[in-house]
C-alpha cells in the first residue's frame, strides 16, 4: 500500500499547456506539501496545506495553483506551462503542521518535461 | 531562518570503506535534522533524523549520523561501503518546535560514488 502516491509519474508536455499533478495519502496525515527538484537536484518547498488550509506558499510564479480538496488529497495545477517549470515534483506529507517534529513521507516524483 | 551546507557535491569511496558526508546547518530555532538518500531516477528516501533526543542517531542500512551542536555540525557516517550506497543524499534542516508550520530546507546535495 504506498503511502503518498502522485501521479502521473512521468508527463511530458508542450509549452503553453494547462497540466495537473495529483497526490494522495493514505497516512491520515493533515498536512501536505509541494516540493519542486530542479535540474541540479536543488529541492525547495512551493506550498503547503494542513487540513485544506493554505499554510505556506513560497515564492511561486501564480500560474502554479494548488488544490486541496479533503486532507488527504493535495493536487498541483501549472497554467501556461513554460520550460523552465521542467523538474521533479514531490508531494509529501506529515502527521502536522509541526513536520520537523513528526517527520515526513515523500512520493516517489513526478517528472515533468516540458517542451 | 535556517540554511544547510554541505561541504562537499562529490565523494568517492572504494567498497568497504568509511563513508563520511559533512553538513552544517544555520537555525534560528531549535532545528530538527535529516538525511534524505535518493538513487537514480527514484524517490526520496528518509535515512535518519534527529530530533532533539539522542544526539547519535542510527538510521537504515548502517548509517549513522552525530549532531553536533557546538559545531552546527551532522555529519552522515558508514563504517563499510557498499556499492548499492551509490546515489545523491541531502541534509535537511527544520524547526523542531511543535504547533508550528515548518518548511524543509534542503542541502544542495552530496553524490556518493562506490567504486570496486
Known amino acids: 500500500d504506498t503511502a503518498v502516491s502522485q501521479t502521473p509519474k512521468y508527463l511530458v508536455t508542450q509549452m503553453g499547456n494547462d497540466k495537473s499533478i495529483k497526490c494522495e495519502q493514505n497516512l491520515g496525515h493533515d498536512t501536505m506539501y509541494w516540493y519542486k527538484q530542479d535540474s541540479k537536484k536543488f529541492l525547495k518547498i512551493m506550498f503547503s496545506?494542513?487540513?485544506?488550509?493554505?499554510?505556506i506558499n513560497e515564492t511561486v510564479p501564480n500560474r502554479f495553483s494548488p488544490k486541496s480538496p479533503d486532507k488527504a488529497h493535495l493536487n498541483l495545477h501549472i497554467n501556461s506551462l513554460e520550460l523552465g517549470d521542467s523538474a521533479v515534483y514531490f508531494c509529501a506529507s506529515s502527521q502536522a503542521v509541526s513536520g520537523g517534529y513528526y517527520g515526513y513521507t515523500f512520493g516517489s516524483g513526478t517528472r515533468l518535461t516540458v517542451v | 531562518a535556517q540554511s544547510v551546507t554541505q561541504l562537499d557535491s562529490h565523494v568517492s569511496v572504494s567498497e568497504g570503506t568509511p563513508v563520511l558526508l559533512r553538513c552544517n546547518y544555520s537555525s534560528s530555532y531549535s532545528p530538527s535534522l535529516f538525511w534524505y538518500v535518493q538513487h537514480p531516477n527514484k524517490g526520496l528516501q528518509l535515512l535518519l533524523k534527529?530530533?532533539?533526543?539522542?544526539?547519535l542517531v542510527k538510521g537504515i542500512n548502517g548509517f549513522e549520523a552525530e549532531f553536533k551542536k557546538s559545531e552546527t555540525s551532522f555529519h552522515l557516517t558508514k563504517p563499510s561501503a557498499h556499492m548499492s550506497d551509490a546515489a545523491e543524499y541531502f541534509c535537511v534542516v527544520t524547526r523542531s518546535d511543535t504547533g508550528t508550520a515548518s518548511k524543509l530546507t534542503f542541502g544542495t546535495g552530496t553524490r556518493l560514488q562506490v567504486t570496486l
Open positions: 496545506y494542513n487540513n485544506k488550509e493554505l499554510i
Open positions: 534527529y530530533t532533539s533526543a539522542a544526539t
